[in-house]
Nanobody, 117 residues
Framework: QVHLVESGGGLVQPGGSLRLFCAASGMIFSSAVMGWYRQAPGKQRELVARITSGGTTNYADSVRGRFTISRDNAKKMVYLQMNSLKPEDTAVYYC???????????WGQGTQVIVSS
């Protein structure tokens, strides 16, 4: 059974940084395209960043230059380094395996990020 467990969220002031963690199990991780998604209150879930098995990355326009996605295949981990955080980055963040630019696995519980002074 596949498990995706997100962690690392919290409360941070505008301009601050957070690093999110996603631990994957029960799947062939090294060949998977992995993505970070977020859902803000009252909004649809959106793709924030994705990383292919070869390390190619893509970012939403709203986070490009501020967020960095990375992965460690040996540890089956995906990371999201978030810098220069803004209040509009407030959301629950989720990771998922992506197939054909569509989230493939069941969603985990996510990790809450709140950017506020």
């Amino acid at each position: 059974q596949v498990h995706l467990v997100e962690s690392g969220g919290g409360l941070v002031q505008p301009g601050g940084s957070l690093r999110l963690f996603c631990a994957a199990s029960g799947m062939i991780f090294s060949s998977a395209v992995m993505g970070w998604y977020r859902q803000a209150p009252g909004k649809q879930r959106e793709l924030v960043a994705r990383i292919t098995s070869g390390g190619t990355t893509n970012y939403a326009d709203s986070v490009r230059g501020r967020f960095t996605i990375s992965r460690d295949n040996a540890k089956k981990m995906v990371y999201l380094q978030m810098n220069s955080l803004k209040p509009e980055d407030t959301a629950v963040y989720y990771c998922n395996e992506e197939r054909g630019w569509v989230p493939f696995r069941s969603w985990g519980q996510g990790t809450q990020v709140i950017v506020s002074s």
